[in-house]
C-alpha cells in the first residue's frame, strides 16, 4: 500500500492516508479529485524511506529538497545539511551516561537515576 501527506499552503504534513496500491501512480489525483479530498499529496513511504523519513502530523515538507523533516525538537536547534535536527552544542561523547537537552541553559545535562 502507497502513503500519501497532504501538505498545506505553507508546506505542513497535515495528514498521511493509504492509497490502494492500484492508484500509486496517480495518488494525488486520487486522493484530491477522486475522492474529493482537495489538497496537494505527497508520496511517502513507510518502509521504503523516500523523501527522507515517513512524515506524521506536524512534520513539513521541504520542496527544494524534496524532503520530510520532522517538526524543531527545541527553538535554539538548527537544520543540517543533511536536514537533521542539530543542538547548537554537541551531545557529549559520552556513550556511559544519559543526557538531556535543557533549552533555558542551552546545554545537555547529564541524567542521574531517571531524573536530570
Not at 500500500?1 to 505553507?10: G, Q, V
Not at 495518488?27 to 479529485?33: E, L, N, Q
Not at 523519513?53 to 538548527?78: L, M, N, T
Request: with cysteine.
Amino acid at each position: 500500500m502507497a502513503h500519501f501527506a497532504e501538505i498545506s499552503p505553507t508546506k505542513e504534513v497535515l495528514r498521511v492516508l493509504v492509497v490502494p496500491d492500484e492508484q500509486e501512480h496517480r495518488g494525488h489525483d486520487y486522493m484530491s479529485k477522486d475522492l474529493g479530498l482537495g489538497g496537494t499529496w505527497i508520496q511517502c513511504s513507510y518502509n521504503n524511506r523516500i523523501r527522507k523519513q515517513f512524515p506524521g502530523k506536524g512534520y513539513h515538507y521541504i520542496a527544494d529538497a524534496d524532503v520530510f523533516v520532522a517538526p524543531r525538537p527545541y527553538p535554539s536547534w538548527s537544520l543540517d545539511e543533511n536536514y537533521d535536527w542539530k543542538a547548537p552544542v554537541p551531545r557529549p561523547d559520552d556513550n556511559e551516561n544519559n543526557y538531556e537537552w535543557n533549552e533555558e541553559g542551552t546545554n545537555w545535562v547529564l541524567v542521574e537515576n531517571g531524573t536530570a
